[in-house]
């Protein structure tokens, strides 16, 4: 083995590693099962019921995906509209940080009541944590143009149109897809989140809404087991966003 | 062609940066703006091309003012669009100026071969060295078929080698195509060689201190003329008096 397949084994022989000792330590130490559960039991916990974790991880997703859709459109549409207009960007600048660093949790509980409908109000919350990051990096790149670009652009006569068609959006792009891929994560953040407000006011949906049940009950090795789901997912969308955005680049040229 | 009388213009910040400036370019003209930095050469540039306007005097046009795609311009950095291919960002003035990719492609392949890249057309910038992406750039500047060709410092920033083979191009291209070049520079060797006339510039603020017309043909073999060097040698001459004139 080279030092490049050893590097890209770490991860797994780091994580095989971590578990053995933890499987042993639970075991060695006679740790109950409602405290710490060894991954083992987890794994157990997970098998007596895959389908209905499996169902909640799917309902979680769907909140997380549409989320982010809605994110990176309101982030984009929000980041043409600033690039477009100084006025637009001096009033929406401040409001989009204050949306950013309000909690979500704090304002979930109105969202819910407001909105209504379980599943577009989880959408809101999840949107609301992922927006922030598309937006910021959009606005970045389609403001990150080459001066001598613009020049050129100018003395060829192009127009406000041209300038962003063939110009600050694809410039921008790169930009947009680093922030699409903090925002990935951030949507399903936002999702369970939402979920966690929602389930404690009865909506029974998602992981998160697993996990609290679990919680409630005991079942402490199901609520692992639902934790689980959630981290590989979030490695899942990470992956997937990152692979998208290589893929998009080098089809360009730019990678 | 063009006419600037007792132009001046300032930074945003109040600095002047170029006062009393008299030129006159005429049609055909291989013209050097030559000066350390900070003398205005580039802000000269940019009145010329339309880029910005003198705070004061006058730039006047001998007939219509240049119009989108008549003034070509390549800058020190190659600028290209890294997301097109070689071919593409030639295209690209065609492209503002509202024609199709069909329509341009003859323009654009021929524009690519006269800076010796034909064979490079489908290749993305990041895939070509720094003299190549220069080419691109040169081509595209060429492909509208420009009057007025304004190059600022295009090849400070390459090898030395590639330098004096672009220099040597610069010159074929500008005796085939015919139109007027202005070209800052910094360095004495690249304006004694390229230059008709050699305009010296010095700053605080930038004016036009002297001008010399240049005795040699342009032609590659000047480079080991011994005319050449009596240029060189002239130009560092002249250029040193005016930076010392108060």
């Not at chain 2, 509208?144 to 330098?163: N, Q, Y």
Request: proline letters at 7%; aromatic letters at 8%.
């Amino acid at each position: 083995m080279n030092g490049a397949t050893w590097l890209r084994a770490a991860p797994a022989l780091f994580g095989l590693a971590a578990l053995l000792l933890w499987e042993g330590l639970v075991r060695a130490l006679d740790v109950p099962n409602y405290l710490v559960p060894g991954p083992l039991a987890i794994l157990r916990a997970f098998l007596e019921d895959p389908g209905g974790l499996l169902l909640a991880l799917l309902s979680t997703l769907s909140v997380t995906a549409s989320a982010l859709l809605a994110a990176s459109s309101l982030g984009v549409l929000l980041a043409l509209a600033m690039a477009a207009s100084p006025w637009a960007r001096a009033a929406i600048q401040p409001w989009a940080v204050v949306l950013q660093v309000t909690p979500i949790v704090a304002i979930a509980p109105l969202i819910i009541v407001w909105v209504g409908d379980p599943f577009t109000s989880l959408v809101v919350c999840a949107t609301i944590v992922a927006f922030f990051p598309v937006l910021s990096n959009t606005a970045v790149g389609l403001a990150a143009v080459s001066p001598e670009l613009l020049d050129l652009f100018r003395l060829n006569g192009a127009s406000r149109w041209q300038i962003l068609w063939l110009l600050r959006l694809p410039a921008a792009l790169p930009y947009f897809l680093a922030g699409l891929r903090i925002s990935g994560g951030l949507a399903l953040v936002g999702a369970v989140v939402a979920e966690f407000v929602a389930g404690s006011g009865g909506f029974a949906t998602g992981l998160a809404y697993r996990i609290l049940e679990a919680s409630y009950r005991l079942r402490i090795p199901r609520m692992f087991a639902a934790l689980v789901l959630l981290c590989i997912a979030g490695i899942a969308i990470n992956a997937a966003l990152a692979g998208f955005s290589r893929w998009l680049l080098r089809r360009r040229g730019e990678v | 062609m063009l006419t600037l009388r007792g132009v001046g213009r300032r930074f945003p910040g109040g600095t002047e940066a170029l006062a009393g400036v008299d030129l006159d370019l005429g049609e055909g003209d291989f013209l050097a703006l030559l000066g350390p930095s900070g003398c205005g050469k580039s802000t000269l540039l940019r009145l010329i091309a339309g880029l910005d306007p003198p705070d004061t005097g006058s730039c006047v046009w001998a007939g219509a003012p240049p119009g989108p795609g008549q003034i070509g311009v390549v800058f020190q950095d190659p600028t290209l669009l890294p997301w097109a291919r070689a071919a593409e960002n030639v295209w690209l003035p065609l492209r503002l100026g509202g024609q199709r990719r069909e329509a341009a492609w003859p323009a654009v392949q021929a524009a690519l071969a006269q800076v010796g890249l034909a064979d490079a057309a489908a290749r993305y910038p990041r895939a070509l060295s720094g003299g190549m992406r220069m080419r691109v750039a040169i081509a595209r500047a060429l492909v509208t078929r420009p009057r007025l060709l304004l190059l600022d410092e295009p090849f400070a920033a390459l090898d030395e080698f590639t330098r004096h083979k672009l220099q040597e191009d610069l010159l074929a291209l500008w005796q085939r195509a015919r139109c007027t070049v202005v070209f800052v520079t910094h360095s004495i060797y690249e304006a004694a060689f390229l230059a008709r006339r050699i305009v010296l510039m010095t700053p605080g603020p930038g004016r036009i201190a002297d001008e010399i017309a240049s005795p040699l043909a342009p032609s590659p073999q000047t480079r080991l003329d011994p005319a050449y060097a009596a240029l060189v040698g002239e130009t560092t001459r002249r250029m040193q008096r005016a930076l010392e004139m108060p």
